[in-house]
């Protein structure tokens, strides 16, 4: 499975950006996808994941501010980011999963005026 994100950059507080994810390759049996973010000096974190069924879970310091979708048909997942904040700034990683999870390259949201 290949996974390309896009849709990082620089945006101000208060601001929205979406990110975009599609697989490719052997996309038979995705389950969950989703997104972490890593931001300089912590750990990655989960930000949301949504299952193929359209089940979501959302990291509590995003809740009400971002949606993750999923559009199964072209196996894309989407994140919709709206009143970002600077502590969103962060390297943004897309996964699925089937029996293993796959990783797509990062790509950054920086949030600042």
């Known amino acids: 499975v290949q996974l390309q994100a896009s849709g990082g950059g620089l945006v101000q507080p208060g601001g929205s950006l979406r990110l975009s994810c599609a697989a490719s390759?052997?996309?038979?049996?995705?389950?969950?996808m989703g997104w972490y973010r890593q931001a300089p000096g912590k750990q990655r974190e989960s930000v949301a994941s949504?299952?193929?069924?359209?089940?979501?879970n959302y990291a509590d310091s995003v809740k009400g501010r971002f949606t993750i979708s999923r559009d199964n048909a072209n196996n894309t997942v989407y994140l919709q980011m709206n009143s970002l904040k600077p502590e969103d700034t962060a390297v943004y990683y897309c996964?699925?999963?089937?029996?293993?999870?796959?990783w797509g390259q990062g790509t950054q949201v920086t949030v600042s005026s």
């Open positions: 390759g052997s996309i038979f049996s995705i389950q969950s």
């Open positions: 949504i299952t193929r069924s359209g089940i979501t």
């Open positions: 996964y699925a999963t089937k029996a293993i999870p796959y």
